[in-house]
T-cell receptor, first 114, second 112 residues
Framework: SQTIHQWPATLVQPVGSPLSLECTVE??????LYWYRQAAGRGLQLLFY??????ISSEVPQNLSASRPQDRQFILSSKKLLLSDSGFYLC?????????????FGDGTRLSIL | DQQVKQNSPSLSVQEGRISILNCDYT??????FLWYKKYPAEGPTFLIS?????DKNEDGRFTVFLNKSAKHLSLHIVPSQPGDSAVYFC???????????FGTGTRLKVLA
């Protein structure tokens, strides 16, 4: 069966510090991968998605970036965090190349910027 | 532009009764719709989905209805149980884009 791992679960970072959140998927090949952010009291905002290694689509202009160095690894990064980057970050995967397939989410990372 | 809208931020229902959660969308290209359940500090869990070629899909206590002409879908939970208390998100996708657009969520509280 497929599983998705996301870490760390919580992170407290000072303004201006760098960020690296990692997500890996097991049990499937060539998945579509996604990063979302949920701000307090808000819905899920799609940040990035990837349909293959090295292929990243950005949905929202911001100081975050994403990379997919391996088939089942998706990394969310920032060089300098802003206060507004606080939130709950979620990684998700869906079957690659398939249509009408649900997304499956990791347990999320709670990021607090001080 | 909010393409997927959940206009009710919260809903309270007595245990054993029906819970109806609503969702509206604006993009006529959406062809696959999903409902997720989310507990605090956890990722959303997939509940049920429906393709645009159908108007109803059932899975146990959960039924999703799709009204394409009204661009509206709903999730029915019967009977509601206290463990159903969570935030419910609807989502939609145009299967040619790989992008899933989520609503803002409805917090369901099932009262014992």
């Amino acid at each position: 069966s497929q599983t998705i791992h996301q870490w760390p679960a919580t992170l407290v970072q000072p303004v201006g510090s760098p960020l690296s959140l990692e997500c890996t998927v097991e049990g499937t090949s060539n998945p579509n991968l996604y990063w979302y952010r949920q701000a307090a009291g808000r819905g899920l905002q799609l940040l990035f998605y990837s349909v293959g290694i090295g292929q990243i689509s950005s949905e929202v202009p911001q100081n975050l970036s994403a990379s997919r160095p391996q088939d089942r690894q998706f990394i969310l990064s920032s060089k300098k965090l802003l206060l507004s980057d606080s939130g709950f970050y979620l990684c998700a995967w869906s079957v690659g190349g398939g249509s009408n397939q649900p997304q499956h989410f990791g347990d999320g990372t709670r990021l607090s910027i001080l | 532009d909010q393409q997927v809208k959940q206009n009710s931020p919260s809903l309270s229902v007595q245990e054993g009764r029906i819970s109806i959660l609503n969702c509206d969308y604006t993009n006529s290209m959406f062809d696959y719709f999903l409902w997720y359940k989310k507990y605090p500090a956890e990722g959303p869990t997939f509940l049920i989905s429906i393709s645009s070629i159908k108007d109803k899909n059932e899975d146990g206590r959960f039924t999703v209805f799709l009204n394409k002409s009204a661009k509206h879908l709903s999730l029915h939970i019967v009977p509601s149980q206290p463990g159903d208390s969570a935030v419910y998100f609807c989502a939609a996708t145009d299967s040619g884009t790989y992008k899933y657009i989520f609503g803002t969520g409805t917090r369901l509280k099932v009262l014992a």
